[in-house]
């Protein structure tokens, strides 16, 4: 069976001058599926960014394997891997271009994604209205709430309409109250919008909002005298 992502039996070494750190030393074997909410939950250190990077393509696994729609793309680009699935990609700290308001955020980002210009207004109202930033629209992001500023990426994700959808610790450098807002959003693009979420997070309390769960383990130590710690 072909799957949006999956990764089989990925593990990451890292030499250091006393040994090897060692990442998901099981392996991580994950599947997403179209429709699919999937959450990584570990604790801080333990490699969710890192796996993230992997799926991605900007670091290769030690060990292991990921594919995307049943096609062996360990060794490949992330613009392969978006060539085979319509990837969109939202990490921890918010990422729109400060010299451009938040409409001309979306624009650029249709724009990008090679959405025809006749459809650029139509699809950027929508998304704007879903994240509740019809009012602010010529405002720029310097000057918003990082709660804010993180509905200007999902916005901009919901415009573009990928097939799946990553996100590095959606909630970190949120307050909770902006973090509280972030989930529903979130869950709100996959059932509403058949939206397929891969999601890292160290909060077992959002986590919660997946389908799917997955635990990472904390990283082992291997010494030059073959000894692991956890």
């Known amino acids: 069976m072909k799957y949006l992502i999956e990764t089989v039996s990925v593990k990451m070494d890292y030499p250091h001058s006393d040994g090897v750190l060692k990442l998901y030393d099981e392996g991580v074997s994950l599947k997403v599926d179209q429709g699919d909410f999937v959450a990584v939950l570990g604790g801080s250190g333990w490699g969710k960014s890192t796996l993230v990077n992997v799926v991605l393509g900007l670091e290769k696994p030690t060990t292991g394997g ?15 891997r978006c060539s085979l699935v319509k990837t969109a990609v939202v990490f921890q700290r918010p990422t729109a271009v400060p010299q451009l308001t938040v409409g001309q ?9 090679g959405v025809p210009k006749s ?3 139509e699809r950027s109202r929508e998304s704007l209205a879903f994240f509740g930033l019809e009012k602010i629209t010529k405002a720029y992001p310097e000057s918003l709430s ?20 990553v996100l590095d610790e959606p909630t970190g450098d949120l307050d909770s109250s902006a973090s509280n807002l972030v989930m529903p959003l979130l869950r709100g693009l996959n059932r509403d919008h ?22 990472l383990k904390p990283p082992g130590f291997i010494t030059p005298g073959n000894r692991i710690d956890n």
């Open 119 to 121: 459809e650029r207004d």
């Open 194 to 215: 058949g939206m397929s979420i891969l999601m890292t997070t160290a909060l077992p309390r959002y986590a919660s909002a997946a389908r799917q769960l997955v635990h």
């Open 146 to 165: 990082a709660g804010q500023r993180k509905r200007i990426d999902l916005a901009r994700v919901l415009a573009v309409r990928p097939q799946l959808l």
């Open 66 to 80: 990921v594919y995307f729609n049943g096609e062996d793309v360990t060794r490949s680009s992330f613009v392969k």
């Open 105 to 113: 955020n979306l624009s650029l980002a249709l724009s990008m994604a």
